[in-house]
């Protein structure tokens, strides 16, 4: 069982920057991609940036150029850097990571973090 524990959202004004955290523990052995989705009000979630272990990033067309995902392997943490937000931001951010272990692909979310963008 991996544990994601989110950290660093709040309110910003458009134009500002948030770093938002998330950090694995658990089993952790078998960690493949790590990443953040979010969800506005109304909306389905959807990736906003992805990273795997030994990879490229993915990015979102909406969010490329103004976020940069980072990870430590050796901290199990993953960072998203969110610059030049926009009112259309906002959403409730989750940290996203899939595992295979034991034979199995598993999914595991944060419990989310909300990030607001005042216009």
């Known amino acids: 069982q991996v544990h994601l524990v989110e950290s660093g959202g709040g309110l910003v004004q458009a134009g500002g920057s948030l770093r938002v955290s998330c950090e694995a523990s658990g089993s952790i052995f078998g960690i493949a991609v790590m990443g953040w989705y979010r969800q506005a009000p109304e909306k389905q979630r959807e990736l906003v940036a992805r990273?795997?272990?030994?990879?490229?990033?993915e990015y979102a067309d909406s969010v490329r150029g103004r976020f940069t995902i980072s990870r430590d392997n050796a901290k199990n943490t993953v960072v998203l850097q969110t610059n030049n937000l926009k009112p259309e931001d906002t959403a409730v951010y989750y940290c996203?990571?899939?595992?295979?272990?034991?034979?199995?692909?598993?999914?595991?979310w944060g419990q989310g973090t909300q990030v607001t963008v005042s216009s």
């Open positions: 996203y990571a899939k595992q295979f272990a034991g034979g199995f692909w598993r999914d595991y």
């Open positions: 990273i795997p272990t030994g990879g490229n990033e």
